[in-house]
């Protein structure tokens, strides 16, 4: 059974910074590139960061530069470092298994709960 739980979410103001953390089964982790996704309030959820088997990590754009991802695949964690929190960071950061296709991540049906983060002006 695939088991994905993320934790650290909260509120910060503006330029703070968070640490998300995703707790992964070993059946997963250990073969699969993982990812963070991002769903602001009535929007879709989005990718933001993933990073494949061997460390090589992706960006959006709108992330580039303040938020860093990385795994432990020793201890079948991943974490997201949130620097410079904007307004626009608010939502709900889901944890996700998937592959690297095509030049691209592509997520495999395996998700988190998820975790709030709340980012005040």
């Known amino acids: 059974q695939v088991q994905l739980v993320e934790s650290g979410g909260g509120l910060v103001q503006a330029g703070g910074s968070l640490r998300l953390s995703c707790a992964a089964s070993g059946s997963i982790f250990s073969s699969n590139a993982m990812g963070w996704y991002h769903q602001a309030p009535g929007k879709q959820r989005e990718l933001v960061a993933s990073i494949t088997t061997s460390g090589r990590t992706h960006y959006t754009d709108s992330v580039e530069g303040r938020f860093t991802i990385s795994r432990d695949n020793v201890k079948n964690m991943m974490y997201l470092q949130m620097n410079s929190l904007k307004p626009e960071d608010t939502g709900v950061y889901y944890c996700?298994?998937?592959?690297?296709?095509?030049?691209?991540?592509?997520?495999?049906?395996?998700w988190g709960q998820g975790t709030q983060v709340t980012v005040s002006s």
């Open positions: 996700n298994a998937g592959r690297w296709l095509g030049g691209g991540y592509d997520p495999y049906d395996y």
